[in-house]
């Protein structure tokens, strides 16, 4: 099962036209894990954390003992545990969003559906001890939003907050938080235009309290938003996409630097009729003022960057498209400070994978990833690409 806001018909028609960016030779692509689509999971589409020792931490969206997903661990040497399965039905299933994994070893997540007696509800957010028992934090039910689909973040008071595609009190989807200890609350609902509509992004949270999002539709020409809430609930729409061209609708969370300026992408074209809009990369200041710092062809630079974005401290960022590429199967690439964009790796469907969309974790001059597809067993993998 994957996730995708919308459906694309038209990825095989993608031009794989030549660019003129640069080709990387002083890096190292690497496979991981490829996942058998059985018991071990299948079709990871959510960024990975990092755990002590070289372990990574991330989610299936499919495959587990009930085909609904898994939670596992790989560690350095490549050996993968799953460190628990959904099942669907009180528990949840379906989990996309990224993990947070606190001091005593918990990991905390959002499934998309299931939850509540009889797994009739619509999603539920997570704690998973480091012993394998699991308890639900909340359970959607619609008024408190529907379909968690983004990750969580943590505060340094144990709060997390969250974000949820649809319901709420206008349907149009939620910003969230809750408590370890069981406490909820919706802080805001979004609304009609020009209120953004549909948030699938994590959430980015500075020193005040104020929160930072995406949300994939509304603003005031329906191309998407990016907004922000106070700790008081209060929203304010800090830039409306204008559509084509110049990005519409985002899907991934905001990363920001030192100066305050945000950074992320754009989705592009949203619907099976031309001309095609493959996706953009953006900043956006203080002030408000949007850049556009790259626009994708769907050729050898790719297309479709759902993902999110990671910064090296020379102002590089790096990140995922969903296709594009030398063989359609999509790519990793870099974006230096000048927008010089250089691909990293190509996918080509077969044993390294296919279709990443999740974005990418930079630590010590490697970037881990998953691809959503592909790999030995068609699954999906986990890969690594160490920058030299």
């Known amino acids: 099962m994957f996730k995708a806001a919308f459906q694309f018909t038209s990825l095989g028609l993608l031009l794989l036209s030549v660019l003129c960016n640069t080709p990387l030779h002083a890096q190292s692509f690497k496979v991981l894990y490829a996942f058998h689509g059985g018991m071990d999971g299948a079709a990871p589409q959510a960024d990975l954390i990092r755990g002590g020792n070289g372990t990574l931490y991330g989610t299936t969206s499919g495959g587990g003992k009930s085909s609904k997903g898994t939670v596992f661990q790989l560690d350095a040497k490549g050996n993968e545990k799953i460190l628990y399965s959904f099942p669907g039905f009180v528990y949840g299933g379906y989990p996309f969003g990224k993990l947070v994994r606190d001091k005593a070893g918990s990991l905390y997540g959002t499934t998309l559906s299931g939850g509540g007696q009889f797994g009739d509800k619509y999603g539920t957010a997570f704690q998973l001890k480091s012993n394998g028992k699991i308890r639900n934090l909340i359970v959607f039910s619609g008024l408190n939003g529907i379909s968690p689909g983004a990750g969580l973040i943590e505060d340094s008071a144990g709060n997390f907050y969250g974000t949820t595609s649809e319901g ?12 370890r200890f069981g406490h909820q609350k919706v802080l805001y609902g979004f609304g009609a235009p020009p209120d953004g509509g549909l948030p699938y992004s994590p959430l980015f949270r500075d020193d005040t309290g104020n929160l930072y999002g995406t949300t994939l539709g509304g603003g005031s020409g329906g191309f998407g938003t990016v907004f922000a809430v106070d700790r008081f609930g209060k929203e304010n729409i800090l830039y409306s996409f204008l559509g084509g061209t110049a990005g519409e609708h985002p899907n991934a969370g905001l990363i920001r630097d030192q100066q305050g300026v945000f950074y992320g992408t754009t989705v592009g074209t949203t619907g099976v009729y031309p001309p095609f809009y493959y996706g953009t990369i953006f900043k956006l200041d203080p002030s408000g003022t949007e850049t556009l710092l790259y626009s994708f062809t769907g050729g050898t630079d790719g297309g479709f ?16 498209t969903y296709a594009g590429g030398s063989f359609n199967h999509g790519t990793v690439f870099m974006l230096d400070p000048k927008g010089n964009l250089t691909t990293l790796h190509h996918f080509t469907g077969g044993m390294d994978g296919s279709s990443p969309y999740a974005g990418l974790l930079l630590q010590g001059g490697q970037l881990y990833g998953t691809a959503a597809s592909g790999g030995a067993f068609t699954s999906g993998t986990v890969f690594r690409i160490t920058l030299h």
């Open 168 to 179: 709420g009190p206008t349907a149009d989807g939620t910003v969230f938080l809750f408590s």
């Open 305 to 320: 960057p759902y993902g999110g974005l990671v910064q090296d401290k020379a102002g590089n960022l790096y990140g995922t």
